[in-house]
């Protein structure tokens, strides 16, 4: 599966758009991108996934360029609640049994 | 409710102990995964199931882990002679089998080895 990178914290504040940036420079034609949040004492959430160009959600939206090499999630007017850990996978899920790897994800903080 | 539901929620118990949790998917849905998340880090993947069958494990889960599922609904995870490093949280997914990378995930239950 292809390495990301993607920062390790980010604070914002309420109302504002957070935008996290994934680094995949390893994503391979069959990969998809896809994006968990994870809530303290909670199992992470599926958020958004997409393969290119523009995924946009009741949630959040992801944005692909067409190298693919990166991909940004997009949070719009965030609140407290929104508070979390974001992950950025990267894989061909069908052909790896569904299996997701996670790396360290990104911690936002959401002020008041 | 019809989400994955784990139990126990937390479990504390000696080292040496034998531990066994249980998870229980959605309902219709043929694969079930077993991670294990520990603090500050994401997730990794132990072992998955289509159905009743085991299809993969990996490395991490040494041979004091055993993990089943009988019926191919719910499954329960078994650590034998636990050690303070099995302490984490351990997380149940599932999926269908159709699904491209989402998977709908427990609440977990929060292992602590003394």
């Known amino acids: 599966l292809a390495k990301t990178t993607q920062p390790i914290s980010m604070d914002s504040y309420e109302g504002q758009e957070v935008n996290i940036t994934c680094s995949h420079n390893n994503i391979a034609t069959n990969d998809y991108i896809t994006w968990y949040q994870q809530f303290p004492s909670q199992g992470p959430r599926f958020i958004i996934q997409?393969?290119?160009t523009k995924v946009t959600n009741e949630v959040a939206s992801l944005f692909i360029p067409a190298d693919r090499k990166s991909s940004t999630l997009s949070l719009p007017r965030v609140s407290l609640s929104d508070t979390a850990v974001y992950y950025c996978?990267?894989?061909?899920?069908?052909?790896?049994?569904?299996?997701?790897?996670f790396g360290g994800g990104t911690r936002v903080l959401v002020k008041p | 409710d019809t989400g994955v539901s784990q139990n126990p929620r937390h479990k504390i118990t000696k080292r040496g102990q034998n531990v066994t949790f249980r998870c229980d998917p959605i309902?219709?849905?043929?694969?079930l995964y077993w991670y294990r998340q520990t603090l500050g880090q994401g997730p990794e993947f132990l072992t998955y199931?289509?159905?009743?069958?085991?299809?993969?494990k990996s490395r991490l889960l040494s041979d004091r882990f055993s993990a089943e599922r009988p019926k191919g609904s719910f499954s329960t995870l078994e650590i034998q002679r636990t050690e303070q490093g099995d302490s984490a949280m351990y997380l149940c997914?599932?999926?269908?089998?159709?699904?491209?990378?989402?998977?709908?995930f427990g609440p977990g239950t929060r292992l602590t080895v003394t």
């Open positions: 996978l990267v894989g061909a899920f069908k052909a790896a049994g569904n299996k997701l790897t």
């Open positions: 199931f289509q159905n009743e069958a085991q299809l993969e």
């Open positions: 997914a599932s999926s269908l089998a159709a699904g491209v990378g989402e998977q709908y």
């Open positions: 997409g393969y290119k």
């Open positions: 309902s219709e849905h043929n694969r």
